[in-house]
């Protein structure tokens, strides 16, 4: 049975993108960068940029590449966010020191 006081809490989130998703299963399956772009309307210089991370997906390419490959867009999406948050800096007081509201948190919030 199910304890519900066990959590499972992946400690590789952030670590990966879509594009590591969708450059295993062109690979796995033998698909070529130029076939692959044709079929989920994109440039090959797109999809490149989208491989090497210089570019991220919208929700209507992975709509698209969902209808192509069935691997979900809402997961192809959720990696990418995930990625993305793990990599950007975080804002700091000091990137805006003469703005004393910069970043000071509302009484309610609790992040």
């Not at 590591?20 to 999809?47: P, Y």
């Amino acid at each position: 049975m199910l304890n519900r006081n066990n959590k499972i809490s992946p400690t590789d989130i952030g670590d990966f993108s879509a594009a590591d998703t969708i450059e295993e299963t062109l690979a796995f399956q033998n698909i070529e960068h130029a076939d692959f772009a044709k079929r989920i309307g994109v440039s090959e210089k797109h999809l490149s940029q989208v491989l090497h991370r210089k570019a991220f997906i919208s929700p209507t390419v992975a709509l698209s590449i969902e209808k192509v490959t069935g691997i979900p867009a809402r997961m192809l999406l959720t990696l990418d966010v995930q990625y993305r948050l793990a990599h950007t800096d975080k804002p700091t007081r000091s990137s805006k020191p003469d703005d004393q509201k910069y970043l000071k948190q509302y009484d309610w919030a609790t992040a």
